[in-house]
């Protein structure tokens, strides 16, 4: 069974404090899903690997959150792609 550990626990307050910024930082880039809890979640999650990694700095965490943020926005775009084609497609 998978232990459950709290973030709190895990890192100090200032990397908490950096986290947030970096995710509010990466959100804020986002035209599209940046209120979506699945958003916010997937960028939170590349934050936390990375701070994970031992780079709490501001600098490193909004760096990932960002590149998480132009993937889901990458595939966003995307998928609106496909399903224009699809509709184009359609009889």
């Known amino acids: 069974m998978k232990k459950t550990v709290m973030i709190a626990e895990s890192f100090d307050s200032r990397t908490l404090a950096n986290m947030e910024v970096a995710l509010e930082r990466a959100c804020k880039g ?38 998480a943020a132009t993937e889901l926005a990458a595939t966003h775009v995307s998928l609106a792609e496909e399903h224009a084609m699809k509709i184009k497609a359609a009889p």
Do not use: F, Q
């Not at 809890?37 to 760096?63: M, N, P, S, Y």
């Open 30 to 67: 986002l035209s599209i899903g940046a209120e979506e809890h699945r958003v916010r979640r997937r960028i939170a999650r590349k934050i936390l690997k990375c701070a994970e990694r031992g780079d709490i700095t501001l600098g490193g965490l909004t760096a990932a959150a960002r590149a």
